[in-house]
Structure formats: C-alpha cells, structure tokens
C-alpha cells in the first residue's frame, strides 16, 4: 500500500531525474533512454538491481528497479545495499592477475610475504592457492551484513583452523 510520504519521494525522485535527464547531452539522454527502457521492461518480467554508468565522467544513469523488499514494498534505489555475495571474486582475480602481469608479485608468492606475525602453518599458503580456493581457509568469517574492520577480518582469518 503507497503511503502519502512513499508518493511524495517517488513524486521528487521521478521530478529530479526528469529535470536531471533534460540537462543532458542529446546522446547521453538517448543512450539513458535505452538503457532505462531496457530495464524498466526486465523489471517488469522479475528484474530488480540497481545500475550506474558513467562515460566520459559524466554519469549517464544512476537509477534503481524493482523491489528491494517483497515484504514492506520497498523499490530499489541508487543507494540501495546488496549481498553480492560471491560476486567480487572474479574482480579481486582479476586485480590480482593484472598485478602479476605488471610484475608486482608472483602468484607463486607466500602470504608471509604480505603479512608478518603469520601462524606457521599459513607461512606457505601462496596466491595461487588463495586464487584456486585450495589454500584450506574457512568458508566464511562471521555473516554478510556483520560489520567488522579490515584489522579484525585478517585476525579472525589467521586465527582460524
């Protein structure tokens, strides 16, 4: 059910992307109105995602689509957060494959290369095995959403079995 304050935001939001999309270049509106057109048509057939593109430094579009939560009917966003789970992966393999071909490190490289204090028995994991998923780490430290700092991450990591 749309409450009058869930009307007003979707009335501003649909009023600040209208005025933002009119000062757009000619090329930058028709490549946003492909783009949404294509988007809002998945979002009718079960899509729902949020996208930004930007070309040239200027964003193109920033928009969300479909619903973010069945149960409270809250639609997607540019803000929205998302569990992307394991997503990243490809991503961080794909720095990392980039650095050892400008030469920054091998991927026959050890952990205690990068890390000091390691345990013994994690001296000798190399990036290769962290890469392959073979170096014996746990699935998961803590759940998706728990927030814990990069500091806290790699003691829990190296202090697990």
């Known amino acids: 059910m749309m409450t009058k304050t869930n009307f007003c935001i979707i009335l501003s939001l649909i009023i600040v992307n209208s005025f933002s999309q009119a000062q757009k270049k000619p090329q930058q509106a028709s490549l946003y109105s492909k783009i949404d057109t294509y988007l809002t ?10 996208i ?14 479909g619903i973010a939560n069945k ?3 809250i639609l997607n966003n540019p803000n929205t957060i998302f569990d992307i789970g ?3 992966k490809q991503f961080t393999a794909t720095a990392i494959l980039k650095l050892a071909e400008l030469g920054k490190l091998n991927l026959t490289d050890s952990l205690s290369k990068f890390f000091i204090n390691l345990p013994k028995e994690k001296q000798n994991i190399t990036i290769h095995q962290l890469l392959s998923h ?5 699935d998961a430290i803590g759940n998706d959403f728990d927030k814990i700092s990069q500091k806290q991450f790699v003691e829990k990591l190296f202090a697990s079995k």
């Open 71 to 73: 149960d409270t009917q």
């Open 41 to 50: 048509a998945g979002s009718k057939n079960g899509f729902s995602g949020a």
């Open 52 to 65: 930004s593109v930007v070309k040239d430094g200027e964003i193109i579009i920033n928009k969300g689509y």
């Open 86 to 88: 394991s997503n990243a």
């Open 134 to 138: 073979s170096a014996g780490f746990i």
